[in-house]
């Protein structure tokens, strides 16, 4: 059974930083690419930062400069970084793995809410 659980949301001010964890169970984790997504309320979820198993990030435009995806194997663990945080930023996010050895069959989280006030 595919485990994916997060940690780490919570309020911060505009402008503040948090660490977000995602904890996989169930797959070979380093062989998978692992992502962050988000969901506001009243909109569809929207893709945040994705790693593949070598490392190699990718952002989303409107958090370019300001989050970072890391993974760290040995934990089977992905990380997002989030710094310099606007309202706008505030959604329930998501972790994704992907497996690759089920054809690309996707994973979910159960989400974790990061509320930025101004």
């Known amino acids: 059974q595919v485990q994916l659980v997060e940690s780490g949301g919570g309020l911060v001010q505009a402008g503040g930083s948090v660490r977000l964890s995602c904890v996989v169970s169930g797959i070979t984790f380093s062989r998978n690419p692992m992502g962050w997504y988000r969901q506001a309320p009243g909109n569809q979820r929207e893709f945040v930062a994705r790693?593949?198993?070598?490392?190699?990030?990718a952002y989303a435009e409107s958090v370019k400069g300001r989050f970072t995806i890391s993974r760290d194997n040995a934990k089977s663990t992905v990380y997002l970084q989030m710094n310099s945080l606007k309202p706008e930023d505030t959604a329930m996010y998501y972790c994704?793995?992907?497996?690759?050895?089920?054809?690309?069959?996707?994973?979910w989280g159960q989400g974790t809410q990061v509320t930025v006030s101004s």
């Open positions: 790693i593949n198993s070598g490392g190699s990030p």
């Open positions: 994704n793995a992907q497996d690759i050895s089920a054809g690309w069959e996707d994973y």
